[in-house]
């Protein structure tokens, strides 16, 4: 027994030096100058760059450790890579923050959140036990919770911080019901279990549907579909910029990651002969994707509509990561390898134009002291790289050639088209039609309305290469897309299968 467990820790390491680093960015309060961000920030750097040395030792792993309750393999592995770059970049973006130097942030306990909340995505991202689900859902939740609050000076920051803790809280117990319902059924936690146990038969179907639902809306909370999102704008708005950024990406993909593996591994019928290759069966009766179906259609047109009305551009940043949620939700919709792949080159994409985006936001905040759509006015002539770095951002959001965000949308609707869901492509063209519109609202404002002020506004070095590293992928990745394409489909390759 002690020798699996150590076997199973020699598994973890990326997640064991994690953790040694969220201690010893902690400790750094002590050593150093308690308002000093630099010392914290550089020890979560270091731990992010070794964390990710071991991550990338993982390479072609595939195993299962801890008795069933953690999976170190491909699909993991990927959006680990996603989770180490984000909070890499969020880590050199919040070094930029005024908006934290204003609140006299505890940068120690900053940056050490920052770290917990990886961990926890981390291990959501390789759950196959119920509980170890619940377990990393929470670890990631009670991190956000606190980081949305962090500038408590901020009477909207103390605003977002408990209503997130309300809906969150709210949630998970909706969620913890569920898997107690599925444990009562069928007396596993484990999902490979769980499904052998659907297999065998003898489950009712009623109560199966409730189960689902319930964890749906976990899961749902997670990743911001409606109509489980009513914290998200409160909290994009409220909390610090940095924070904000980081939850939009990391969060959200650690809720897919979760969602993912679920159903593909407990509710799929891997006894079934599919009919094309690469294609899932589900068990007879549990037409689960109908509901998926649905919260796609709803997430995309809800977020896309409301984004219309928004004034606030973190506000209108939170709506449209609601309706990219309804995008990505469509490619789980084809119960195919086509189509999680497709999911997985879209989170890349994501990645850089989300983060893209919010970073000249937190720039434009930083100079200008403003998120009011209406003061971007003239942006284009005062500081002609940040509004050109913004107008990449905003075109990929929306998916408009030559950016990579265009490539995820595109092998999007094609799994659906492959897999006759000719109508949910549809719809989905449509929103990105709508997106179009208050995407361009902010371009309008930059190029084509004269300046408040005239004055030139020019950035540093080191803000510009920061920003150039956003940039050029978006673009460089529409023309050369092949390696990434290549990843997502090798990490879904296989997923699921014991």
């Known amino acids: 027994m002690a020798q699996t467990i150590y076997q199973s820790f020699s598994y973890i390491l990326p997640e064991t030096i994690l953790a040694i680093f969220f201690v010893l960015t902690l400790l ?86 920052i770290i917990s909340l990886t961990i926890g995505a981390f291990f959501m991202a390789g759950s196959t036990n119920l509980l170890m689900m619940y377990l990393s859902l929470e670890l990631v939740s009670i991190s956000s919770y606190i980081l949305s609050g962090f500038t408590k000076e901020s009477a909207r920051a103390d605003e977002a911080s408990l209503k997130y803790v309300i809906y969150g809280a709210f949630s998970s117990g909706l969620m913890l019901y569920g898997i107690s319902l599925l444990y009562g059924m069928t007396g596993e936690t484990n999902l490979y279990a769980f499904n052998q146990a659907i297999a065998m038969g003898g489950i009712q179907k009623i109560t199966l549907l409730i189960a689902i639902v319930l964890i749906l809306v976990g899961l749902g909370y997670k990743i911001s579909a409606v109509p489980f999102h009513f914290w998200t704008p409160d909290v994009y708005e409220g909390a610090p910029i940095t924070v904000t950024a980081f939850l939009s990406v990391t969060s959200k993909a650690a809720g897919f990651a979760m969602l993912i593996r679920f159903f593909k591994i407990g509710f799929i019928d891997v006894a079934a002969q599919p009919v094309v290759a690469g294609m899932w069966e589900i068990f007879r009766g549990f037409r689960w994707t109908d509901i998926i179906a649905a919260l796609s259609v709803l997430t995309m047109t809800v977020g896309n509509l409301v984004a219309l009305w928004q004034s606030n551009i973190k506000r209108l940043l939170a709506y449209s990561s609601i309706a990219h949620a309804g995008y990505i939700l469509m490619g789980f919709v084809t119960l195919s390898d086509q189509g999680i792949s497709a999911m997985l080159m879209y989170f890349v994409a994501y990645l850089l134009m989300n983060l893209g985006a919010f970073y000249v936001v937190m720039l434009v905040a930083n100079k200008y002291h403003t998120e009011n759509i209406d003061d971007y006015k003239g942006l284009g002539y005062r500081s002609p790289y940040v509004a050109f770095a913004l107008t990449v951002f905003l075109f990929s959001l929306t998916g408009i050639p030559p950016t990579f965000g265009f490539i995820g949308k595109f092998y999007l609707f094609a799994a659906l088209i492959h897999t006759n869901y000719i109508w949910l492509a549809i719809v989905g063209v449509l929103n990105s039609v709508v997106s179009l519109y208050y995407y361009l609202k902010v371009v309008k404002n930059m190029y084509l309305q004269q300046p408040v002020e005239t004055s030139r506004v020019s950035f540093d070095f080191g803000t510009n290469l920061l920003m150039t590293l956003l940039v050029v992928p978006n673009i460089l990745l529409m023309l050369y897309f092949s390696p990434v394409l290549a990843w997502a489909q090798n990490s879904v390759t296989m997923f699921g299968i014991r």
């Open 28 to 113: 750094t309060a002590i050593v150093g100058k308690r308002r000093s961000k630099y010392l914290p920030a550089y020890m979560a750097l270091l731990g992010f760059v070794i964390a990710g040395i071991f991550v990338f030792n993982q390479i072609g792993t595939d195993e299962l450790v801890f008795s069933g309750m953690y999976a170190v393999d491909p699909f993991s592995w990927f959006f680990k890579i996603i989770f180490l770059v984000a909070g890499i970049l969020i880590i050199l973006f919040s070094l930029q923050s005024r908006e934290l130097e204003a609140a006299s942030t505890k940068y120690a306990e900053y940056f050490s959140l």
